[in-house]
Each structure stands twice: as structure tokens, then as C-alpha cells.
């Protein structure tokens, strides 16, 4: 055997070279919805024999099929959302806030799993020290059932109060659940995994294993949720990881910003759904029984808003996040309000930005004037031209780096959750998103988006244009990048 294939090895060589190139060309060719994504890839892998079909494998299989234990539902999107608890319909949305956003929940209906419902609470956490307080808090007084979702969970003084506070509610009866990503348990070394699990806290990451590594073909694709589900009744969601660089507490003034939300009502049943699958995908169990989904079916007490738990991702979900935002896009008459701190939107979502300010659409995007990841952000200096020359304001925030996902349209209609504006949220990573269709919210947003403008720095056209050449070619070739930074 080893002398016919010291003798052969080109030929076997050559083979499973061509074997794999067929392979993969046909893969793309056959799955790739955007003719220039196919295209990129099939010369990737011809071009590059062997090392190609293996980058197609890591990086370019963005599709994960996987079991849904929410298909059976009967929250379902489409036409039957209205008739299902706490639902609403047309004719009361067209009442309340125009036929316009009428059909916007429409084609929320169409493309999300979850309907809009009535009857919930959400409540701003501002700063990473109140959002972390009051899910400490949460844990703290959980009775029956804590199932805990995020993309980092660092172990450090923050994430191991948080850790032994998860802890003491195991011993106590309590049944807590904890997955992290594979990438970003990979945050902190060592891990918080071991940690939980010593403590008994059943805990699992997400798509891959701490030492054995990403699991494969699907090593690109993340959940960048942010979830936590208390007693089946209360949820926090946004865009806060689990890290004290966020917390004055610990970072002091140089503390990053995000924005987090405490919700109560219909929706959580939905988002505890989308967190429960996400834990049978990665550990196998289903939670079921009354302790886990003990369902909000009572309004909450006060003031209540519209919203609906919006996931996405690269399975049944993908790109619903995209198409939302297109659609919102389209019905915006005044202004649209953008704070997120990577902008790097494809071109369908810029034609549509692009399109409603030259409707007349006031458009105001605020990135930080500082970011933490370089690369991006130097990836974003090449794509600001494509908005600012059609009436788009960029706007730079000045002061500690903001994380911040926030998104309002005309003081009436509010998108808030993990997603960020770029390639990486819309199609390869798992996310969710709360739509929130509120005039009080919605300006409450806008308002947060306003205090950053006044402390930021316009982007101007001419500013980009006098930097240096080898500055602006630098960007634009990290920009060809940006799809999987």
C-alpha cells in the first residue's frame, strides 16, 4: 500500500482535489441566494485547489439546519396572529399609529415567527451598572426556573458575581440553564464554564467546545443573543454581554456604553422559546413543563406596548432582521434614527436608507467616534461615502466606546435588541431583536440617540476625501473583507 501510494500520491492528490473543488463549486453554486456571493466563492475555491474548498467550509457554509421546537406554536406569523392572545389587529394599529405601519406588521407576520402582541412592559436599562443590578437582582429572586443566554460571558469580577449568583439559585431549587457561545467563552481565560459547572449549573456552549474547538462546517455562525428569562415571566434582552468593562463599578469613566431592557408580558413567552431552542441545539434537552414556560398570559399592570420578539439567523430565520429593516425603511416619512456601533449594511440596505432620504426622510446614523475593533471600523470609513453623498448624516460619538443597537423611525416605531448593521448580524450570526411599536418608546429612543449626536462629530464627505491615498485604500481593501469580520 505505502509503495503504490509513494508512487501515486500526485494522482490521489490530484483527485481529491478535483474531487473537493466539484464538491464545493456545486455547493455554492446551489445555495447561495446572491449571484455575487456564488460567484466570489466558486473562484475561490477553482483558484485556490484544496486551501479553497477548505475556506468554503469554515467560512462560507452559513446555513444551519436545525430542529425548531418552536414550529409547533401557535403563535405563528401570519394571518392568524391576530386571533391568538393578546393579538392585535390591523384595523387597531391603522387606528392608532397609520395604515402605513399596518403594513409593516404585515410583512412581520410574513417573514418573523412571532406576532406583534399587546399587553407588555419594557423598561430601558441604560448603563451597564442598572442592567447588571437588576438581572442580579432577577436571579436573586428567581423561584422556579433562569435560563441565561450570551455571546460573552467573561470571568471576571462582574461575570463570577453573576456566576455565584446563578450558582446560589441552582442550590436553592432553583433550575437555571447557561450557554455561551463557543467564541465567546473564548473571551476570558479560563473560561466562566468551568466555573458554573463546579458550582452545578448545567451550562453548554453554543455551536462548537471550549478545547475541542468550532464545530464543523459551521464555525463562522454565532449566537450574539443576549437573553435572560426569569421564572418564565421576566426577560432581559438588548445588547449587553456579561463583562465589567461596561460597569462604572469596575471600569470607571473609561466604562463602555450599551443599552439593555427589562420586559415583561406576552412576549416572553416568545422570547423564552427562542432561548429554549437555542438550548436544545446545543445540549439536546427540551425544557418543558409549567416551571420553565410558566406563559405571561396577564397583561401587565400600567402602561403597555405593542412589540414582537424578532429572531434571525442562518436557519429558518435568516435574514429576517434584513428584511424588517427594509421594510421599516420604506414606511419612514420624517426621520430615522440609527445608532449602532458597526455600520457596515449591505447594498440593498443602503439603496433603501439612500431612497427614503431622497423621499425627504431625515436620516441620522451614530457610530463611536472610537471603536474596539479597528479593522471594522476602518471598514465602515469606506462605506461612508455611499450614504453621506445622497443626504444620510453620519455622526461620530465622542467619549467611551458605545455598543449600543438602537433604531427609530418617526417617534412611533422602535427596533431594539442584539443585531448590529453589518453582514456578520444579518446573515451568519443568531440574534434577536424586540420591535416596538410605541410612540413613547420610540421617542424615548430617539432621544438617546440625540444626546449622542450632541456629543459627536459630523462625518463629512469632504473630511474622507483629504485623507491620504494609501489611508483610503487600506480601508476599502478591509472593506472587501467586512462580510466576515
Not at 494522482?11 to 446551489?30: D, K, Y
Request: aromatic share 8%; glycine share 8%; net charge positive.
Amino acid at each position: 500500500m505505502w509503495e503504490i501510494l509513494s508512487a501515486y500520491w500526485p494522482h490521489i492528490l490530484g483527485f481529491a482535489s478535483l474531487g473537493l473543488t466539484v464538491l464545493a463549486a456545486s455547493h455554492a453554486a446551489m445555495t447561495k441566494d446572491e449571484v455575487r456571493a456564488a460567484i466570489g466563492w466558486v473562484g475561490v475555491i477553482v483558484l485556490s485547489p484544496i486551501i479553497g474548498p477548505l475556506i468554503y467550509a469554515v467560512a462560507g457554509i452559513n446555513r444551519m439546519r436545525r430542529a425548531s421546537i418552536v414550529s409547533q406554536r401557535k403563535a405563528r406569523a401570519g394571518s392568524d396572529a391576530a386571533a391568538e392572545p393578546f393579538g392585535v389587529t390591523d384595523d387597531e394599529i391603522a387606528a392608532g399609529f397609520g395604515r402605513r405601519f399596518s403594513a409593516l406588521r404585515a410583512l412581520g407576520d410574513r417573514v418573523a415567527r412571532c406576532g406583534l402582541r399587546s399587553g407588555n412592559a419594557i423598561r430601558t436599562l441604560p448603563t451597564g451598572d442598572e442592567a447588571y443590578a437588576a438581572m442580579s437582582e432577577a436571579i436573586r429572586a428567581a423561584r422556579r426556573s433562569i435560563i441565561l443566554e450570551s455571546y460573552i460571558f467573561d470571568r471576571d469580577p462582574l461575570g463570577l458575581r453573576i456566576a455565584d449568583a446563578l450558582i446560589a439559585a441552582a442550590r436553592r431549587g432553583v433550575a437555571v440553564r447557561v450557554l455561551i457561545d463557543a467564541v465567546g467563552a473564548r473571551y476570558s481565560v479560563p473560561s466562566i464554564v468551568g466555573y458554573l459547572q463546579r458550582g452545578g449549573v448545567p451550562v453548554d456552549v453554543f455551536n462548537g467546545n471550549i478545547i475541542m474547538g468550532l464545530r464543523l462546517p459551521y464555525a463562522n455562525l454565532r449566537t450574539h443573543r443576549k437573553l435572560l428569562i426569569i421564572d418564565g415571566r421576566t426577560a432581559f434582552a438588548g445588547g449587553m454581554n456579561i463583562r465589567q468593562g461596561f460597569a462604572a463599578e469596575f471600569a470607571g469613566e473609561a466604562a463602555g456604553h450599551d443599552t439593555h431592557f427589562r420586559i415583561e408580558g406576552p412576549v416572553v413567552e416568545d422570547l423564552f422559546a427562542i432561548a429554549a431552542e437555542d438550548w436544545r441545539f446545543a445540549s439536546g434537552e427540551e425544557l418543558a413543563g409549567d416551571g420553565w414556560a410558566a406563559e405571561a398570559r396577564g397583561a401587565v399592570q400600567g402602561e403597555t406596548v405593542l412589540m414582537r420578539a424578532v429572531a434571525s439567523g442562518p436557519d429558518s430565520s435568516l435574514e429576517t432582521n434584513h428584511k424588517l429593516l427594509i421594510g421599516a425603511f420604506s414606511v419612514a416619512r420624517r426621520t430615522i434614527r440609527i445608532m449602532s456601533p458597526y455600520f457596515l449594511p449591505d447594498r440593498e440596505l443602503i439603496s433603501a436608507l439612500v431612497t427614503a432620504a431622497r423621499r425627504g426622510v431625515a436620516i441620522d446614523i451614530v457610530v463611536p467616534d472610537v471603536n474596539n475593533l479597528v479593522l471594522i471600523d476602518r471598514a465602515m470609513r469606506a462605506q461612508f461615502d455611499q450614504v453621506l453623498k445622497d443626504g444620510c448624516r453620519v455622526w461620530r460619538a465622542t467619549g467611551s466606546f458605545d455598543h449600543s443597537k438602537l433604531l427609530a423611525i418617526d417617534g412611533t416605531w422602535a427596533y431594539v435588541g442584539s443585531s448590529n448593521l453589518d453582514a456578520r448580524s444579518l446573515r451568519l450570526n443568531f440574534e434577536v431583536d424586540l420591535e416596538v411599536l410605541d410612540q413613547g418608546f420610540a421617542r424615548a429612543v430617539e432621544a438617546r440617540i440625540d444626546a449622542a449626536i450632541a456629543r459627536a462629530r459630523p462625518v463629512t464627505l469632504a473630511a474622507l476625501r483629504a485623507e491620504p491615498f494609501p489611508l483610503r485604500l487600506l480601508d476599502r481593501m478591509l472593506w472587501l473583507c467586512s462580510p466576515y469580520l
